[in-house]
C-alpha cells in the first residue's frame, strides 16, 4: 500500500533541449554504432570507382608552350592604320588566348590536317559535319596563361597519343600564318591610305601658316603677354577695391534701415553703432545725465514747485531737445554717408564690368593665336609621322610580324593523364566514408530514442536509478535470473545491486516495502528488471515476493523457469478461487518467492481495480519484507495507473536505443498526473559503449564482485 507521507520526488517540467553543446562522446559513439552504415557505403563506392576506371578511357596530352612578345612589332603606326597593343596588359593576353580558340584557326587545323578523313579523330561510319567537326575539335584543345608571366600552353587532349602532338603544333602554327597574312593585307592598304593622307596634310599646312600670317598683320605684332598681364593685374584691383566698398555699403545700409525702422525712439537711435557714437550725441547724453544726477539731488531738498527744482527741470528737459536734434542730424549724416557708399560701390562695379570685357577680349584674341599656332605645328607633326610611317611601311612590307614565339613544341606522350586512378581511388574512398558518415548521423538523427542515461535524465528530469547492461546471453539461457552470474552478466547483476542501494536510500524502510516495475511500451525490459532487482533483495537476507500484475501478457514464469503453467496465480486469487498460500512459488532463489498471473483473465483492468488486489498486497506483506509487482505497459493499457497509489515506490523501465522519447514523455506525465510515487528511470538493455561510464569497472584490477567473493571463499 501507499504510504501517504511518502517522499515527493522531483516532477516531470517539459523543457526543450535547445542550447546544448555538442557531445562529441555522444557523436563517438553513435558513429561506432552505425559503422556498419559506413563500411556498406565504403564498399559500395570501391565498387563504383573500380567499375568507372575500367569503362574509363585513356586520355594523351601534349602541350606546346610560346611566349609573347612584350611590345607589337612597330611596322604600321598609329596613323589610323593601326593601333600599338601593350602585349603585357591581360586584356591583350586574354584576347590572344580566345584567338587561338576561334573558329577560323580551327577551321585551318582541320583542313590542313584532313582530320575529317582521319580515322583517329571520326570514326569511318560517322558522317561529320563541319560543326561537328569543329566542336570535337574544341572540346580537345585547351588554351591557359600561365600566372605571371607571357607564357601560354596549348594543350591538346585525346585517346591518341601521336594525334595529340599534330595537332598542338599545327594550332600554334596556324595561328602564325594566319597573322602573318593579315600584317600583309594590312601593310598594303596602309601603303595607299598613307600616300593620300600626306597629300591631304600638305594642303592643310599651306592653309594654316596663311591664317597664321594674316592673323599676325591684323594684330600688328603687339605682344599678347604683356597686355594680357596689365590688364588682368588692372582687374584684380578694381575686384578688391569693389569688395571693401561693398563691404562699406552693406554695413551702412543695414544701419540706416535700422534708424529708418526706429523711427522718432531717441534712446533706441542711440543704439545704432553710427548715431550712438556722433560727437554731438555722446555730447549730448552726458549732459543729460548729470542734469539728472542735478535734479535728483535737489529732489531730496526741496519740492518740486521750488524754483531751483523747477529751473533745473527745465534745464534737463532742453538737453532733451538737444539730444533729439542730435539724434536727427547723426541721422541725416548717416544717409548722405550711405548714399555716398552706395555711389561709388555703382561706379567700381562699372568700372570692374569694363575691364574684365577688356580680359575677355584679349583672352579670346590670345586663344585665337595660340589656337593657329597649334594647329600649324599639329599638321606639321602629323605630316612627318606619315612620311616616316611610308618609308617603314615599305622596308618592313615581307617582314613576319609573328607575336608569339614557340618556346617548346609538343611532343607526343609516353603516359596517359587520364584518369588519374590513385586520386579517383582516394576520391571515391573519400566519397564513400563521407555518405557513410552523413548517411550513419541521419540514421541516427530520425532515432528519436534515448542513448545515455545523461540524455534521458536531462529529457525526463528524473532521477537515473540504475544503467543495466545489455545481457547477451540471456537468449540462450533458460531463466532470466542474473544475480549469481560472472564476466558479463557480473555488471549487470552490480547495476541491480546499485538499483537496490538507491532505492533504499530514497527513505526508512518501512515506507519502502512495496515496489512497482512498469515501461512505457512493451518489450523494454520491465519483467527482468523485477526479477532480478526482486533477486538483489533476497540476496540481502530479504525475504521477496514477486506478483504479476500483467495479467493480459504474462512472463514471469518463463523468464524464472517455472514448470507447470497451469499453476493458480494472481488472477485465481483475485475471483477467490484460490488462497494466498497457493499461488506462491518457490523460485529457486533463496528467500524469492513469486506469484504468477495464473489462469487467463477475461476482464484483468475490473480484476486490478478492485479492493482484493490490495488485500493481496495486505497479505503479501505480513509473509514477506519486500514485494514486488511487475505491472502492464503505461500506453497500450491503463491497468499500471489503477496500482500506483498501492504501492511506495514505482519505477518506470526505459530501453536504450529503442523506446521514443515522446513515449518516455507521455508515461512520466500519466504517471505524476496520477500522482504515482515515481522514483526514476531504470535504463534498461545499455550497450557498453553507451555506458562504460556506469558500469564499466575494468580499470579498477583490484574490484571483484560480491558473487565472486562468494564463490572464491
Not at 584532313?114 to 563541319?130: I, M, Y
Not at 543695414?254 to 533706441?268: R, S
Not at 522519447?661 to 506525465?669: E, I, P, Y
Request: aromatic fraction near 6%.
Amino acid at each position: 500500500m501507499a504510504d501517504p507521507n511518502h517522499h515527493q520526488y522531483p516532477q516531470y517540467e517539459d523543457t526543450a533541449e535547445g542550447g546544448q553543446s555538442v557531445d562529441f562522446r555522444s557523436l563517438f559513439y553513435t558513429l561506432l554504432e552505425k559503422s556498419w552504415v559506413i563500411i556498406l557505403c565504403l564498399i559500395a563506392s570501391v565498387f563504383i570507382t573500380m567499375g568507372y576506371l575500367r569503362r574509363c578511357p585513356e586520355i594523351y596530352s601534349a602541350t606546346v608552350v610560346v611566349q609573347v612578345a612584350q611590345e607589337t612589332p612597330k611596322i604600321l603606326g598609329s596613323v589610323g592604320v593601326h593601333t600599338d597593343e601593350d602585349l603585357r596588359s591581360q586584356e591583350t593576353l586574354k584576347t590572344i588566348e580566345k584567338i587561338m580558340q576561334s573558329r577560323a584557326i580551327f577551321e585551318r587545323v582541320i583542313l590542313t590536317n584532313r582530320l575529317g578523313r582521319d580515322p583517329r579523330f571520326v570514326r569511318a561510319s560517322d558522317e561529320a559535319t563541319t560543326e561537328q567537326l569543329i566542336s570535337r575539335l574544341g572540346g580537345m584543345v585547351g588554351v591557359r596563361l600561365q600566372s605571371g608571366t607571357r607564357l601560354m600552353n596549348v594543350t591538346v587532349e585525346h585517346t591518341d597519343r601521336e594525334l595529340t602532338a599534330q595537332i598542338a603544333n599545327s594550332l600554334v602554327r596556324e595561328y602564325s600564318l594566319q597573322n602573318f597574312e593579315q600584317q600583309t593585307s594590312k601593310s598594303d592598304v596602309a601603303t595607299v591610305f598613307l600616300m593620300e593622307k600626306a597629300e591631304v596634310l600638305k594642303v592643310r599646312i599651306n592653309a594654316a601658316e596663311q591664317a597664321l600670317q594674316q592673323y599676325r598683320r591684323t594684330m600688328k605684332s603687339v605682344p599678347m603677354e604683356d597686355r594680357s598681364s596689365l590688364v588682368s593685374q588692372k582687374l584684380g584691383e578694381l575686384s578688391t577695391r569693389l569688395g571693401q566698398a561693398e563691404e562699406q555699403r552693406i554695413k551702412l545700409e543695414t544701419e540706416f534701415t535700422q534708424a529708418q525702422k526706429l523711427g522718432e525712439n531717441v534712446p533706441a537711435l542711440t543704439e545704432v553703432r553710427s548715431i550712438g557714437t556722433d560727437p554731438g550725441v555722446v555730447d549730448a547724453q552726458n549732459k543729460m545725465a548729470q542734469q539728472e544726477v542735478a535734479l535728483n539731488n535737489l529732489k531730496q531738498r526741496y519740492k518740486e514747485r521750488h524754483p531751483k527744482f523747477v529751473e533745473a527741470q527745465n534745464q534737463l528737459n532742453e538737453w532733451r531737445n538737444a539730444l533729439t536734434n542730435s539724434v536727427v542730424k547723426a541721422v541725416m549724416a548717416l544717409r548722405s554717408a550711405f548714399e555716398a557708399a552706395r555711389s561709388t560701390e555703382a561706379e567700381l562695379g562699372r568700372a570692374f564690368k569694363d575691364q574684365e570685357r577688356l580680359v575677355n577680349e584679349l583672352s579670346e584674341q590670345t586663344v585665337k593665336y595660340t589656337e593657329l599656332e597649334r594647329s600649324l605645328s599639329s599638321e606639321r607633326e602629323l605630316y612627318d609621322a606619315v612620311v616616316k610611317q611610308m618609308k617603314q611601311t615599305s622596308v618592313g612590307k615581307d617582314w613576319d610580324p609573328n607575336m608569339v614565339r614557340v618556346v617548346q613544341p609538343a611532343y607526343v606522350p609516353e603516359r596517359p593523364i587520364k584518369p588519374n586512378k590513385r586520386n579517383i581511388l582516394l576520391t571515391g574512398l573519400v566519397a564513400g566514408v563521407g555518405c557513410g558518415l552523413l548517411l550513419a548521423l541521419g540514421l541516427a538523427a530520425l532515432d528519436s530514442s534515448l542513448k545515455t542515461p545523461d540524455q534521458a535524465e536531462m529529457f525526463v528530469r528524473l532521477p537515473i536509478l540504475s544503467a543495466v547492461p545489455r545481457v547477451r546471453s540471456l537468449k540462450a539461457a533458460p531463466r532470466q535470473v542474473i544475480m549469481a552470474g560472472t564476466g558479463g552478466d557480473a555488471f549487470a547483476a552490480e547495476a541491480f545491486r546499485t538499483l537496490r542501494t538507491t532505492l533504499t536510500m530514497l527513505g526508512p524502510e518501512g515506507t519502502r516495502r512495496t515496489f512497482l516495475f512498469t515501461s512505457a511500451l512493451p518489450e523494454e525490459g520491465k519483467t527482468f528488471c523485477a526479477i532480478n532487482f526482486s533477486a538483489s533483495l533476497a540476496q540481502q537476507g530479504l525475504r521477496t515476493l514477486l506478483i504479476e500484475a500483467d495479467l493480459r501478457c504474462p512472463a514471469v514464469g518463463a523468464a524464472l523457469g517455472l514448470k507447470g503453467s497451469k499453476a493458480p496465480g494472481v488472477t485465481d486469487y483475485l475471483v477467490g478461487r484460490a488462497p494466498f498460500k497457493a499461488i506462491v512459488q518457490a523460485t529457486g532463489v533463496e528467500n524469492f518467492s513469486c506469484a504468477t498471473a495464473g489462469s487467463r483473465a477475461p476482464n484483468p483492468s475490473e480484476l486490478l481495480a478492485h479492493t482484493t488486489f490490495t488485500a493481496l498486497l495486505e497479505e503479501a506483506l505480513l509473509q514477506f519484507d519486500r514485494v514486488v509487482v511487475d505491472s502492464a505497459p503505461i500506453q497500450p493499457v491503463s491497468d499500471s495507473l489503477l496500482l500506483i497509489n498501492r504501492v511506495q515506490t514505482v519505477c518506470l523501465v526505459v530501453r536504450a536505443n529503442h523506446t521514443p522519447r515522446k513515449s518516455v514523455q507521455r508515461a512520466v506525465q500519466v504517471l505524476q498526473k496520477g500522482g504515482a510515487p515515481l522514483a526514476g528511470i531504470i535504463f534498461n538493455r545499455l550497450t557498453k559503449l553507451r555506458g562504460e561510464a556506469y558500469y564499466d569497472y575494468t580499470a579498477y584490477p583490484e574490484y571483484v564482485t560480491s558473487s565472486e567473493i562468494q564463490t572464491r571463499t
